[in-house]
DNA sequence: AATTAATCGAGACGGTACGTCATGTCTTGAT
DNA sequence: ATCAAGACATGACGTACCGTCTCGATTAATT
């Protein structure tokens, strides 16, 4: 995977290319049916291509489907309150997207099939998320919301996994107000309840 | 899937042969290498007979895996706080086992890319939880520990999503004390603040 | 393939080295599996200065594989016996060198597949074997041996093809004696007989 | 390749599909562009059954080019030099159909490049020929036409490989009389002198 | 000396075929 | 009508190879 010195460099619009062809295709026929001929086809690539940037389809679509603006900047709301819903709603926003809604099953699926570093979904995904949410907790305790840090890896289940139930566990609807505020109030009262 | 009225009957100790096959499999090789023709090897059956009871691999393992006991008659602890932590163990037993940890991502993208009613075949499984939940949420009202129920599905999704998002997503080591406990404190505060 | 007229002169010891690489391949992995980029990895040679010189694999092994000496000088050797063995001694030794009869029906092939002049690649090669042949038989005329001349590619046809036949339609070991001497005898007589 | 006693017996129509499948191809494209998934497609008929019948490509096209009355029952001519053109007549039959003609070349250098029983050219078919050879050379013994029997492989790569080498080789046209009628005179002398 | 232009090794590219594998259906003969 | 065994169509996967192309660096002959 270490990019070539000599040679001919890998070509720049293939990255892209690929990413659209396969947000397409997800959103088109979902994850089993986005082939990878197909995928190749619809980008104008060959498959060689493909395999040389990613090791698997599963790896392909996670790359096409991941972008990196997906968890952003730790936006201040002023309060907890306020941040827990602004949490809720990139996580949401990450995971609502009408190509990861389609894509995420299969993906959890063949990611986890596969050996090797990248079995664990996303590892650089969730770190970043995780550090973003230690930032959310350090920030209400230098308020004085929080009198101790809570386990993050708790509580980034107890949001990672609320929404991620909502949407493909349950497969509720997402409400009228929004998920983020469905969610907000009771992960909130957590958070307090385990910082106090 | 009517049973045959006329002609031979089915052999009864089939279906308690493919469920051991299956889950050895499961534990041993995982969801994708579990082949049908895999099971009916293992089962010593033909595969026109698994087909005839499940009309799918997906149904298939989702049979030999979730067990009936899987949600046990709500037990009443006297504490929405016990009560709690009594419902995430047994959402913890239902998800953690050996098979079940195996099966549940790739049982989830194959039942979701079915169409038809067996996309819900879960929803059995959903529905009793839920009504369990609401059990207990009632149990605690009528304690006085809530003012007002809080939304089902909200509670329902905080809590089988942390366990799924510690177990699948964020793949976390189940913590010494037990998985419930850890999550416990936290869930009994959002139900709190929900019922307040 | 015109040579450059103006900028840098094509290196010359590539044509060597690439002969060389191509010959080792073939002995020691056969005609298919001598990948071009094994042979340009072999020849410490970029592909695109392959394909500078040849325009195809099959070229570019054909060219490695025929010695412009493959074809001696007719060697007179008093008879008309003695030149056919001398002949069939010829065309054994094109044929049957180690890399000659791993590449023969490879190249056969793909030669074959080819479409345009290259498909007739070989024809120099046959041109030269069967001027040769013609003045073997018009030296046996003139000693008096022969009435007339046999039709050339009836005896060219009978020559050639009874050494590819043992190499590689029969693939029948190479007798003790030499394959000329067990093919000389009854091929004497064949043309004894068309020139009667 | 033990074909099964119990379970679904294999269909019988598909191996003749195939056979007329491939042999259309053959003829229409050549022998590299005779896709295995053309060959399927064209009959109607998956790959898994293609490759639980031949484990290649190319013992696909053999089996299918090759046709078990491609030798036929020596014919008694009552003369060798008859039997002889009746030989070659024979064998140019089997190699110069517009199937087996685009076939060849290819064939012979993918049963070549594999390993295995299969990689000598029709084992079966070269056997059976030999067997025939002998029979004529064993006749003419009888009628007094040859003193001794000549070594069969060297008539028989003399035969089979003059028809070749026209075919493929030299690329001749088929010449007016036909082939087994040029040929004949000169191998027809070449089997006396070995005989004598 | 500066310019020009064809070459060099390396390796990515599109296309295309291969052979493998899994699913769900179907077909035997036997029970 | 069921059973075990196993063949069937379908269709995706990942690998391999070919011949082309693109990069930055060389290397001569021409300005």
Redesign the interface.
């Given at each position: 995977m270490t990019p070539n010195r000599r040679g001919r460099p890998r070509e720049q619009g293939i990255d892209a290319a690929v990413r659209a062809a396969v947000n397409e295709l997800l959103e088109e026929v979902?994850?089993?049916r986005c082939t990878v001929d197909a995928i190749a086809a619809r980008a104008g690539v060959g498959k060689a291509a493909l395999y040389r940037r990613w090791k698997s389809k599963a790896e392909l679509v996670f790359a096409a489907v991941v972008h990196d603006d997906a968890i952003a900047a730790p936006h201040d709301t002023g309060t907890l309150r306020g941040d827990v819903a602004s949490v809720l709603a990139d996580i949401q926003s990450a995971l609502d997207g009408p190509q990861v809604r389609n894509a995420l099953?299969?993906l959890?699926?063949?990611l986890?099939?596969e050996d090797g570093p990248t079995a664990?979904?996303g590892e650089l995904f969730?770190i970043r998320e995780r550090a973003y949410l230690a930032e959310v907790l350090d920030r209400a305790i230098a308020r004085g919301e929080l009198a101790r840090r809570?386990?993050v890896?708790?509580?980034?289940?107890?949001l990672?996994?609320?929404?991620?139930?909502?949407l493909?566990?349950?497969?509720?609807a997402v409400p009228p107000g929004g998920l983020a505020d469905?969610?907000a109030?009771?992960?909130?009262?957590?958070?307090?309840?385990?910082g106090r």
């Open positions: 979902g994850y089993q099953p299969g959890l699926a063949d986890r099939a664990r979904l969730l809570p386990e890896p708790v509580v980034h289940a107890m990672l996994g609320s929404v991620f139930a909502w493909h566990l349950l497969r509720e469905a969610l109030p009771g992960l909130y009262g957590a958070i307090i309840e385990l």
